[in-house]
């Protein structure tokens, strides 16, 4: 293949990175922006229908796009020559991988159990309100980590640092 050709094949995978770094960000932030809406509603089963359409987004859009972020990475690492040596690469790949740890880890069950407690209470009448922002605040604390990390990496790879 042509030095042309493996140009347009890096680009066309930085591409794609860049789009989907763009949807990992995003599902998140909208994640963010919805979960609080819907809180300040104080309505259990407005909360338990938003809770629902977050978890479906993270698992048809935020985990995808995070290993579509990382199989086009690994491609431009590949196709474009670049050392897994820099510190921007390993920056990124370390923060990534923080971000999806603890989306996984942290951030999936604490949605699945705050749906719970809004279904619950939809179902009951009554809405454990302590239990629900006692969960909501760690669910804010590690959704934060989750989101930042990824953010750290956008500047690692805009930047480049040696």
Known sequence: MSLVMWNRVYLALNTLHVLAVMLFLGSMIMGIFWKRRSDRTDEPRVIAYTLEGIVRAYRWLTLPSAALLV????????????????????????????????????????????????????????????????????????????????????????????
């Open 71 to 162: 199989l086009f990475g690994f491609g431009m690492v590949a196709v474009g020559n670049v050392s897994l040596r820099f510190a921007w690469v390993l920056l990124g790949i370390a923060t990534i991988t923080v971000s999806v740890a603890v989306l996984v880890l942290r951030v999936a069950p604490a949605q699945l159990q705050l749906l719970a407690l809004a279904r619950s209470a939809a179902d009951a009448g009554s809405f454990d309100r302590a239990s629900f922002d006692r969960l909501t605040h760690q669910w804010q604390r590690w959704v934060l980590i989750a989101t930042v990390a990824p953010m750290i990496g956008v500047a690692l790879m805009v930047f480049k640092p040696h």
